[in-house]
């Protein structure tokens, strides 16, 4: 009997192995800022990104998979995440890694994984030279800060009128630095002037220095363009409004963080900003995702940081899908070759040598506690 039994599972043990391997998940790195003055950012992307792998599961997974998420948190500190993207890879052995919405923590982490050939995708840096400075593994969801940049300057332009702008930027960050930079060539390109330039530390809650200076500017100013980051912007447009500044304030994707919802009401007012999707566009596939996210945490996504860590979950699970299998050089030439991918965000393709999507920016205002749709501009 006993060696009946050994030689049915000798039969056996092909299929029970390929039915072990066909269970196994697909995992990839999943590293953010969960803590720290990025957790403003990150926290709605992972929320968006654990969203997607939900969704992802419950229609079958990917090639009969179930996919897993591998999460770190980089805890704001470019060591931290530098270490999170290593072990990642080097001991988890994923086959890719999404993840992170500043440039600057990119730009620390991401090499740890590009340069050992497998693929990052950053679901919301916008630095648009990222791809070329770390090289062919290094892919974006978001759009560059050069496409908002100038969807905002042509909004001061042709939906404010206005033709003279100062301009407020924190020197700490790649993001802003690049951000600060492109506005105000953007600006001058379509007929503006930049009538005062004051750039900030990081960590900055008074501005008292910076805001002595725009009053000594030679000529008034029809409106503000703060190049930002999320920690910044309760204390800005509150010490602007404090100060006596009436006009509209403009920033890029650094405002949209659910911190305005600190502002008063007297502070709130005509604060406009570029982001990756406007939640109360009805366009169905915005509004399942909302509905989704409102019945998995129990309340709406609190930025377009969500909607592209959502989108980035679902750009490698497309790769990983065309690609056959998880392998790290079959997932980064099928990223590659993406042409059209429906996202939340918009439609994402990757033009032949370039790995930044061009897609719409979104411009929204926040204004008596609530945000909403203006416009859309389109690159």
């Given at each position: 009997m006993l060696l009946r039994i050994l030689c049915l599972l000798a039969l056996l043990a092909p299929h029970l192995g390929a039915e072990a391997r066909a269970v196994q998940p697909v995992r990839l790195g999943a590293v953010f800022n969960l803590t720290g003055p990025m957790a403003a950012i990150d926290v709605p992307g992972l929320e968006g990104a654990l969203l997607a792998v939900e969704r992802i599961n419950v229609a079958g997974g990917v090639l009969g998979r179930p996919l897993e998420l591998v999460v770190r948190d980089g805890k704001s500190d470019t060591q931290t995440v530098a270490a999170a993207v290593r072990d990642v890879v080097e001991t988890q052995k994923v086959p890719a890694v999404l993840g992170l919405g500043d440039s600057t923590y990119v730009l620390a982490a991401a090499p740890e994984a590009t340069r050992r050939g497998v693929p990052f995708l950053t679901s919301g840096a916008t630095l648009p030279d990222l791809p070329d400075t770390l090289g062919p593994n290094l892919f974006m969801a978001a759009f560059g800060d050069d496409a908002q940049a100038e969807a905002v300057a042509r909004f001061a332009r042709e939906r404010l009128q206005a033709e003279s702008v100062v301009v407020l930027a924190n020197r700490a960050f790649d993001f802003t630095r690049a951000l600060d930079r492109a506005f105000r060539e953007s600006l001058a390109k379509l007929g503006g002037r930049i009538v005062g330039h004051v750039q900030y530390n990081a960590g900055e809650t008074a501005f008292a220095a910076e805001l002595a200076a725009l009053t000594r500017l030679s000529a008034p100013a029809e409106a503000l363009f703060a190049s930002a980051v999320p920690e910044d912007a309760v204390a800005l447009?509150?010490?602007?409004?404090?100060?006596?500044?009436?006009?509209?304030?403009?920033?890029?994707?650094?405002?949209?963080?659910?911190?305005?919802?600190?502002?008063?009401?007297?502070?709130?007012?005509?604060?406009?900003?570029?982001?990756?999707?406007?939640?109360?566009?009805?366009?169905?596939?915005?509004?399942?995702?909302?509905?989704?996210?409102?019945?998995?945490?129990?309340?709406?996504?609190?930025?377009?940081?969500?909607?592209?860590?959502?989108?980035?979950?679902?750009?490698?699970?497309?790769?990983?899908?065309?690609?056959?299998?998880?392998?790290?050089?079959?997932?980064?030439?099928?990223?590659?070759?993406?042409?059209?991918?429906?996202?939340?965000?918009?439609?994402?393709a990757y033009p032949e040598g370039r790995r930044v999507p061009q897609k719409p920016v979104d411009i929204l205002a926040f204004e008596d506690g609530r945000f909403r749709f203006v416009t859309e501009m389109k690159p």
């Open positions: 447009v509150r010490s602007l409004r404090l100060a006596g500044f009436k006009g509209p304030i403009l920033s890029g994707d650094g405002f949209d963080t659910p911190l305005l919802d600190q502002l008063g009401p007297d502070q709130a007012r005509e604060v406009y900003y570029a982001t990756h999707v406007a939640y109360d566009d009805p366009d169905p596939l915005v509004q399942r995702f909302v509905n989704d996210h409102l019945a998995r945490y129990g309340r709406a996504p609190q930025s377009g940081f969500a909607a592209l860590g959502y989108d980035a979950v679902g750009l490698l699970a497309d790769a990983v899908r065309r690609a056959g299998g998880a392998d790290s050089a079959r997932i980064r030439d099928a990223l590659a070759a993406t042409t059209n991918f429906v996202g939340v965000t918009g439609a994402i």
